[in-house]
């Protein structure tokens, strides 16, 4: 049995191979590299004279959370044999320290799996609609930010829900960066920001209507 960190200790993933690159490295390279991507949509918004602060930083919410669902969760669905990789490529060590957190993801949960895969390949190429949608000021682009932000949290409660279910202590591991960064902290980012998308367009779609209805009773 190959020896590997993840819980319970005794699970079964031949083949396992350790992360290559330090854990250091790879968060890093994530919060960074997302950092970056909200930080060069606000820049880049800024042509669009039209567009307000609050709408530019959404717009590199969207892009940066169409690249996480598409490239990176894509990833751990298109590739059961995360674990074993050997090149170090940067999505594998992602899910290998993820992993740490919910082995679930090494064992190919069905749950996870459809989970992911639902929020990769059908709420990751609509977050990019959404992008578009904002720099262009389309009517539907809350309908889309509602439906993905609904889904968003949906999913996210749900895998909270599955975790709990199942007991937490029989697939995460207890150091506080696993539990209370990794599993709670990350996860707990598309709770409060779709809290806040959802709550931005419902705003805006009730003053829509409103503002319809006032027109119509003169």
Same mark, same amino acid.
């Given at each position: 049995?190959?020896?590997?960190?993840?819980?319970?200790?005794?699970?079964?993933?031949?083949?396992?191979?350790?992360?290559?690159?330090?854990?250091?490295?790879?968060?890093?390279?994530?919060?960074?590299?997302?950092?970056?991507?909200?930080?060069?949509?606000?820049?880049?918004?800024?042509?669009?004279?039209?567009?307000?602060?609050?709408?530019?930083?959404?717009?590199?919410?969207?892009?940066?959370?169409?690249?996480?669902?598409?490239?990176?969760?894509?990833?751990?669905?298109?590739?059961?044999?995360? *674990?074993?990789?050997?090149?170090?490529?940067?999505? &594998?060590? !992602? /899910?290998?320290?993820?992993?740490?957190?919910?082995?679930? +993801?090494?064992?190919?949960?069905?749950?996870?799996?459809?989970?992911?895969?639902?929020?990769?390949?059908?709420?990751?190429?609509?977050?990019?609609?959404?992008?578009?949608?904002?720099?262009?000021?389309?009517?539907?682009?809350?309908?889309?930010?509602?439906?993905?932000?609904?889904?968003?949290?949906?999913?996210?409660?749900?895998?909270?829900?599955?975790?709990?279910?199942?007991?937490?202590?029989?697939?995460?591991?207890?150091?506080?960066? *696993?539990?209370?960064?990794?599993?709670?902290?990350? &996860?707990? !980012? /598309?709770?409060?920001?779709?809290?806040?998308?959802?709550? +931005?367009?419902?705003?805006?779609?009730?003053?829509?209507?409103?503002?319809?209805?006032?027109?119509?009773?003169?």
């Amino acid at each position: 049995m190959a020896k590997h960190p993840y819980f319970p200790l005794d699970l079964e993933l031949p083949g396992f191979v350790p992360n290559i690159i330090p854990y250091e490295t790879i968060l890093t390279v994530f919060f960074g590299s997302s950092a970056l991507v909200v930080i060069f949509m606000f820049l880049l918004t800024g042509r669009f004279k039209y567009l307000s602060s609050v709408e530019r930083l959404w717009a590199g919410w969207w892009m940066v959370t169409g690249i996480i669902h598409f490239v990176i969760e894509g990833t751990v669905v298109a590739n059961a044999n995360f *674990y074993k990789d050997t090149t170090g490529n940067i999505l &594998n060590e !992602i /899910w290998k320290e993820y992993a740490k957190a919910d082995s679930r +993801y090494a064992t190919r949960d069905a749950f996870i799996v459809q989970m992911e895969g639902v929020t990769a390949f059908i709420w990751g190429p609509i977050c990019f609609a959404i992008v578009y949608g904002i720099l262009h000021r389309k009517a539907w682009r809350f309908t889309a930010m509602l439906l993905v932000s609904l889904g968003q949290l949906y999913g996210d409660v749900l895998y909270y829900l599955t975790c709990f279910h199942i007991g937490v202590e029989k697939h995460t591991r207890p150091e506080p960066l *696993y539990f209370w960064g990794y599993f709670v902290g990350a &996860n707990a !980012i /598309w709770i409060v920001v779709p809290v806040t998308c959802i709550i +931005y367009c419902a705003r805006h779609v009730n003053s829509a209507v409103a503002a319809t209805g006032k027109v119509k009773s003169h």
